[in-house]
């Protein structure tokens, strides 16, 4: 019993179950709808199944299972019932939604292609009124997306120079997007494009998934941003040509079907041709107006042109002439020169023949002629005639011409002025702006040695080779007005030239500059001999600063030497600093002839000379060059046995040798070999004659050689110039040679230089030898006696004037200083008397040694006065004397050398007032 009681309760819930899924199936519900059917219909089969089962109650108790099962059939029936009721409401519902689906779908379609209809209606009497092309396209784009409801609608043109598609007009959701994308129709990098299938396959391209379409991957991103679903893109074809797209986006896929499709290619359509029967329009406006404005510039140009024009027929009748044309042939009106046959304008008939012969085998240029005006009178015309075919296939001669009378007579008085200038015994030339020769005259063909025709077309650096930066400068001064300068040329044999030049512009007829001319001078000897005097005041003008560095130099020597020998006082017999010292004093000595030496050659006073032996003096030179100069350089040394003597400075002699040394050593900076030699040479007439400025003889000879860089001919022609260098700035002054040279020459001697580049240099210093030489007398020390006196020392520099003070004092004296001849003058003032000498230096401040020795005078005539000074012009021997002073004593004056100066001063002082 209880197993077929279960039996039929799944039976039951089966069959309603059953329903449920049918009636899902059948009728397309929405799930709320759903629920509610399957719970009202569960709700009522169970009400129903309690109903039947309540009426067992009226059966017979002993019947209870006949009445349980009487109960559950009749609830499997009422089941049965309520499912074949359910499926065929089901079945009706369902075919109801099918017809009112499918009339909506065909509502909204009609909807759509009655909306692109509209658009396209819209757009066509936008083209009926609107000529403006950008105006046109922008507005065609707010009429179809508003028409439409298009998410996004824009049409772009394509360019002639570029496969681009450039946006002309758009409408609704843009937010940026034109900008952003790059529409081509050029797919050759990007892939497959929707641009570029459109504008290549001249069809729509539609694409109804953006998000996954290839067409529209390089556009994929920027568009889903904007929220664009799907896309059509249609050519715009005018022609044969497809000169944009008209681009369509939607927020749904089903929106491009066939019909509508369809329609927007019509409207794409519409749109073309409007583009192409306003471009169509613009070029005929644009042509009608350039024709009109081509003949307004056309008359203009030939009514206003300076020169006259005339359009003539192949038989020669004038169909048009201008203004100036009939001025210059002397016609009031263009009719009376109509009625004149043109061959009434030459005035030989010969050049009218020729000119026409010359005109049948094309355009003529430049054909000079004489006219005859109206009044007879004869002008010189230049012509030019060119062929002109016209539509209509007649050929007509345009002819202009321009008056060069003018001309014609400047070119006879240039002929006249040419002649005159080629001979002129002055070298002139002509060149263009880019500085080419354009003319030059016959002395200047002969001044460089060239002939005209070589020099024409050439050029000027031809003639001045290295001189292109000078050359650049002056032209353009020149250019700008004039110039005058100099500059260095070189003749056709290769000899220089230094020459001056005045040059100055050509100008035409409104003063733009349209050639350069120039007169030139052979400055070569001339500046030959300037150069003589200008070394000559170069070597003056060193003397006085020669001068002046000697009062330094002697300046600086006082406190060494005087320092020195008081510290050689102080130091035992032979200890190493006593013999220290005493190199200091030899140094100091040597330095002290060295300012003597200045002194000679600026002229203050003349170089000692006697007879020496050179061999010591070279000698003592290479120890001190040994310790100078660098390790890589090997010295190497001749010095002859038995030299001759000669008569010189030594201190000269040394600075000779020094200087050409110093030159090897820069010659040699990676090391060599320097080698001195010395001896005795004789010189015949032949061999004297080939050394300028010696004469045959005894010579002793000094030859200093190097293994350096060497020279070239360039440098060797200057190598004894002053001033003259080949190292760096401040690195030289130029005047080592230079001096060298003059120390020879005045010796009497000679000096040559052999070098060549990469193989070394060799000086050879002559000198003329003597025969004998003066032996020097014996040196005696005089004892150096002191005294208590009281002096005055006065010297602006204080080393100097501690010195002095120092040395006088260990002699006994009193000793008072002063570095400031103004504080010196008011301690004499204030005490007169207390002093016995003074000792005062020339050059100070404020006031000098000879001015101070004037006020001291004046103060005391007797006060013995000595004057120290290193250089002086202002002052000699004889004016000291003349003022009052008793001994002008030349710098550096130290030690022994000063105490007994002093010493002797003042003995003389006291035997004149004994």
């Known amino acids: ?132 092309l950008n105006k046109l396209v922008d507005e065609a784009c707010h009429i179809l997306a508003e028409t439409r409801a298009y998410r ?24 940026g997007y034109l900008s952003k994308i790059n529409a081509t129709w050029d797919d050759s990098e990007r892939g497959e494009d929707a641009i570029a299938t459109a504008v290549t396959t001249r069809q729509p391209l539609v694409v109804r998934d953006i998000a996954h379409d290839p067409r529209f991957a390089s556009c994929r991103e920027e568009a889903l941003k904007r929220g664009y679903v799907s896309s059509a893109t249609l050519p715009l074809v005018v022609g044969e040509r497809v000169c944009g797209t008209l681009s369509v986006y939607a927020g749904t896929s089903d929106v491009f079907d066939d019909d509508e499709v369809d329609l927007l290619k019509e409207m794409a359509g519409d749109v073309a041709f409007a583009i192409q029967s306003i471009e169509d329009e613009e070029a005929r406006t644009r042509a009608e107006k350039e024709a009109w404005v081509s003949d307004r510039r056309f008359r203009a140009l030939m009514e206003g042109a300076p020169v006259g024009i005339l359009i003539s027929s192949p038989d020669g009748s004038v169909m048009d002439v201008n203004a100036a044309a009939l001025r210059m042939l002397g016609y009031d009106s263009k009719g009376d020169f109509l009625k004149v046959p043109t061959s ?67 070119e006879e008085q240039l002929k006249l002025f040419s002649q005159a200038v080629d001979g002129s015994a002055d070298a002139m030339v002509m060149v263009d702006l880019d500085g080419k020769f354009t003319y030059v005259n016959r002395a200047y063909s002969d001044m460089f040695g060239y002939s005209r025709e070589k020099l024409a077309g050439k050029n000027l650096s031809f003639c001045h080779p290295g001189q292109e930066q000078n050359l650049e400068e002056a032209m353009k001064a020149t250019a700008e007005g004039s110039w005058t300068g100099e500059l260095t040329s070189r003749r056709s044999d290769g000899q220089l030239l230094q020459i001056a030049v005045s ?48 009062h330094d130099f002697n300046n600086l020597l006082v406190p060494i030497l005087g320092f020195a020998e008081l510290a050689l006082a102080g130091v035992p017999e032979g200890s190493k600093a006593r013999e220290d010292v005493t190199q200091v004093l030899k140094a100091g000595g040597r330095a ?9 050659f600026s002229r203050q006073e003349e170089a000692e000379r006697k007879p020496v032996q050179l061999a010591p003096i070279i000698k003592e030179a290479l120890k001190l060059l040994v310790a100078a100069l660098p390790s890589t350089i090997e010295i190497r040394q001749n010095i002859g046995p038995d030299t001759r003597a000669v008569n010189a400075d030594p201190t000269q002699i040394h600075q000779i040798l020094m200087n050409l040394c110093t030159n090897a050593e820069r010659a040699m900076p990676g090391g060599g070999v320097l080698e001195v030699s010395l001896e005795n ?34 440098t060797l022609k200057r190598v004894f110039d002053p001033f003259f260098t080949t190292r760096d700035p401040g690195e030289g002054t130029g005047m080592g040679l230079s001096v060298v040279h003059g120390v020879v020459e005045s010796h009497e001697g000679a000096i040559t230089v052999d070098s060549e580049l990469h193989r070394g240099t060799t000086f050879d210093v002559y000198l003329p030898a003597v025969e004998s030489i003066a032996e020097d007398a014996p040196e005696t020390r005089e004892r150096v006696h ?38 010196a003058l ?24 000879a001015d101070l020795a004037r006020e001291l005078l004046q103060i005391r005539p007797d006060i013995p006065i000595l004057l120290c000074t290193g250089f002086s012009r202002a002052v000699t021997s004889e004016s000291a004397r003349a003022l009052g002073m008793r001994e002008l004593v030349m710098k550096p004056i130290v030690g022994a050398e000063l105490g007994r100066t002093v010493r002797r001063v003042l003995d003389e002082t006291s035997d004149e007032e004994g």
């Not at 996004?152 to 937010?175: C, K, M, N």
């Not at 002290?592 to 000679?600: E, F, G």
């Not at 000792?839 to 006031?847: E, K």
């Open 681 to 714: 040479v004789e010189l015949d007439e032949e061999r004297a004659v080939a050394i300028e400025g010696l004469r045959a003889g005894s010579y002793v000879r000094l030859t200093v050689s190097d293994t350096g860089c060497g020279m070239d001919e360039e």
């Open 344 to 410: 009434h304008h030459y005035f030989e008939e010969e050049d009218r023949e020729r000119f026409h012969e010359l005109l049948g085998s094309g355009p003529v240029r430049d054909f000079e002629v004489r006219l005859r005006r109206k009044d007879g009178t004869v002008f010189w015309v230049s012509i030019a005639s060119v062929a002109q075919a016209e539509e209509d296939g007649a050929v007509r001669f345009i002819k202009s011409f321009q008056d060069i009378s003018e001309r014609k007579r400047a």
């Open 1 to 132: 019993m209880l197993t077929g009681r279960i039996i039929l309760l799944f039976l039951s819930i089966a069959l309603q179950v059953t329903a449920a899924i049918c009636a899902f199936r059948l009728i397309p519900l929405t799930k709320r709808r759903a629920a509610w059917l399957f719970i009202s219909s569960a709700v009522f089969l169970m009400a129903c199944r309690r109903a039947v089962t309540l009426l067992g109650i009226f059966v017979p108790a002993h019947g209870k299972l006949l009445r349980w099962t009487a109960a559950e059939g009749i609830a499997l029936a009422i089941s049965g019932l309520v499912l074949a009721g359910v499926l065929l409401i089901a079945r009706v519902f369902r075919e109801k939604l099918r017809v009112e689906e499918e009339l909506e779908t065909a509502n909204s379609h009609l909807e759509r292609v009655n909306s692109v209809l509209q658009a396209i209606r819209d757009v066509n009497q936008l083209i009926v009124r609107e000529r403006d």
């Open 152 to 175: 996004l609608v824009w049409i772009g043109f394509t360019q002639e120079d570029s496969p681009r598609v450039v946006p002309v007009g758009h409408a609704g959701y843009e937010e």
């Open 826 to 849: 008011e301690l004499f003032r204030f005490k007169p008397g207390a002093f016995d000498l003074v000792i005062t230096d020339q050059t100070m401040p404020n006031m000098s040694g």
């Open 592 to 600: 002290k002839d060295l300012a003597a030496q200045i002194l000679a």
């Open 786 to 823: 002191g005294g208590s006196e009281s002096i005055l020392f006065v010297d602006d520099e204080a080393p100097i004037a501690e010195m002095g003070s120092e040395t006088l004092t260990r002699l006994g004296y009193r000793v008072t200083t002063r570095t400031s001849s103004v504080e």
């Open 503 to 550: 040059s100055s512009r050509v100008v035409d007829g409104r003063g733009n500059p349209v050639a350069l001319m120039a007169s030139v001078r052979d400055m070569t000897e001339l500046k030959r001999h300037e150069s003589q005097l200008r070394q000559a005041q170069k070597m003056e003008a060193v003397g006085t600063l020669a001068g002046g560095i000697a």
